[in-house]
Antibody, heavy 121, light 107 residues
């Protein structure tokens, strides 16, 4: 069974750093790209970026370029999303999703459960 | 930046048909994908490559494409279909864009 399990909720202060994780199982981790999606409270879905675990090739949405870093550790089948200095506006639910396993194409057919990040002084 | 535009809301009575549109300049050249998101849950893929339905998605969900607009159709709407729906498509930078989202209310 394909599963993406994300790390737990975080409460941080502005200026702090943070790294959240997304562990894949039940499929060949290095073969399928993983994307990250932000959903601010009461708002829609926003694409942040995507990484191909096979060679760590990473692409960012222009809105998030330079704001976050996406990485992967193949040895533990885990993708990461990190911030070096959080802002209150980073408060959101963050989802990871894997591309094109059950259905071929640019579709994200398995999703993690989401990680809620709250940034408040 | 590239945008996909959806109506904010659609209301429909049980058993009727809901149609949700998504407009974008690149849609004649790129496939669109549709996701359903219920409150407090992660999105679920309901249509891929404009009109294909993943395994396990009810037949009442269908998709179509015409020019710069793609449409998600829910035939014989049920109460459980009340949710937010998002279209998604690749953009020119090699990542992806979501539509603005449509809230479907079952009256």
């Amino acid at each position: 069974e394909v599963q993406l399990v994300q790390s737990g909720a975080e409460v941080k202060k502005p200026g702090e750093s943070l790294k959240i994780s997304c562990k894949g199982s039940g499929y060949s981790f290095i073969t399928y790209s993983i994307g990250w999606v932000r959903q601010m409270p009461g708002k829609g879905l926003e694409w942040m970026g995507i990484i191909y675990p096979g060679d760590s090739d990473t692409r960012y949405s222009p809105s998030f370029q330079g704001q976050v870093t996406i990485s992967v550790d193949k040895s533990v089948s885990t993708a990461y999303l990190q911030w070096s200095s959080l802002k209150a506006s980073d408060t959101a639910m963050y989802y990871c999703a894997v591309k094109g396993i059950a259905a071929p194409g640019d579709n994200f057919d398995y999703w993690g459960q989401g990680t809620l990040v709250t940034v408040s002084s | 930046s590239y945008e996909l535009t959806q109506p904010p809301s659609v209301s429909v009575s049980p058993g009727q048909t809901a149609r949700i549109t998504c407009s974008g300049d690149a849609l004649p050249k790129q496939y669109a994908y549709w996701y359903q998101q219920k409150p407090g849950q992660a999105p679920v893929l309901v249509i891929y490559k404009d009109s294909e339905r993943p395994s396990g998605i009810p037949e009442r969900f269908s998709g179509s494409s015409s020019g710069t607009t793609v449409t998600l159709t829910i035939s014989g709407v049920q109460a459980e279909d009340e949710a937010d729906y998002y279209c998604q498509s690749p953009d020119s930078s090699g990542t992806y864009v979501f539509g603005t989202g449509t809230k479907v209310t079952v009256l």
